[in-house]
């Protein structure tokens, strides 16, 4: 049985079990490592159970994906790829230990990771470039907290290496092995709910990934986490600063993130909702246009007069840099 049906059916697993869990699957690497092999393609999927040995091994030893698949591909599980080979850059011992910072997600959380991005890859690659990391579970222990977002930090050289993460999650094993085993109640994130009918076998297994458009981003030095955001424009216009300031101040981190892409990065992910001060000014400015048009005076000799307007009169907007 694989990690992720095992969750699925062991639904109200304790600390102490979750973590047991976690060590085994960071022992196993930790002799991957050993023999200076790279596994490429660590997920929940060949995270497999041993009911006989009752311990837990990792599958798939080694796997590097189809040999004719192009120079530009990726091939693995995208929830789980680390950031630096989304963009390009090739997997490494710190790219493993990524995934692992995710695997240890699932385990405390018993959810797959971003099942909310089922159906949009190129979204889901670009924010986890920029830094997006599933929301951790508020009862999760600080150590084990720890230890994940180190893990899954954005720059390869602050995760740790297998043998420091070995050593540091054995600790947390041993103090957990003398705690009660008080049942884990597993928390709704973000609204999202799984149901082992619902799920869909896209995030089950590894597949090849081309990001054409993909260009060499800048890794942001603190993680986002996939929260729902809410941006309007206020109907008062005289109150148009102070709400956007406060908005813009809650989501400075997030929109920072976004002033790098070009124009052809730009139409690739236009599902994205997120807009930055700029834009949300520029917006403004165009509702502003829209009231002023809408005030003039219909019976105006010069406003009816069609010898005065150009035809792409009505389609006129503020460009981005200002009056």
């Known amino acids: 049985m694989d990690l992720r049906k095992y969750l699925q059916i062991n639904n109200q697993l304790t600390w102490k079990q979750k973590i047991r869990i976690a060590f ?24 497999l159970y041993s009911k006989y040995n009752d311990r837990w091994f990792i599958s798939d030893l080694g796997f590097c994906g189809p040999a004719d698949k192009s120079s530009k591909s990726i091939y693995g599980n995208l929830p789980y790829i680390a950031p630096e080979v989304i963009n390009g850059k090739g997997y490494t011992f710190k790219s493993d230990i990524y995934s692992v910072a995710i695997l240890m997600w699932e385990i405390s959380t018993g959810y797959s990771p971003f099942i909310d991005y089922e159906h949009n890859d190129y979204e889901l690659a670009m924010n986890i470039i920029d830094g997006m990391r599933p929301e951790i579970a508020s009862d999760t222990p600080l150590e084990y907290k720890s230890l994940m977002k180190q893990c899954w930090d954005d720059n390869p050289s602050n995760r740790l290496d297998i043998q420091s993460l070995r050593e540091k999650m054995n600790e947390i094993h041993l103090l957990y092995q003398n705690m009660p085993n008080e049942v884990f109640q597993a928390k709704k994130l973000n609204n999202i709910e799984i149901k082992i009918s619902d799920t869909s076998s896209r995030l089950f297994t590894s597949k090849i990934y081309q990001f054409d458009n993909l260009l060499d981003r800048k890794n942001t030095t603190e993680a986002i986490y996939s929260k729902v955001y809410d941006f309007s424009i206020p109907d008062n216009i005289d109150d148009f600063n102070n709400s956007s300031n406060l908005r813009v101040n809650k989501t400075s981190r997030i929109s920072s993130n976004f002033k790098g892409i070009n124009k052809g990065l730009s139409k690739v992910f236009k599902p994205l909702k997120i807009s930055s001060k700029d834009d949300i000014r520029n917006d403004h400015k165009k509702v502003i246009m829209r009231r002023t048009k809408g005030s003039v005076n219909d019976d105006d000799e010069i406003h009816n007069n069609p010898n005065l307007h150009s035809e792409d009169q009505d389609e006129f907007e503020i460009p981005e840099d200002g009056f």
């Open 24 to 47: 085994e699957i960071i022992d196993s690497l930790f002799f991957i490592h050993l023999e200076k092999a790279i596994h490429r393609d660590l997920h929940s999927g060949n995270i």
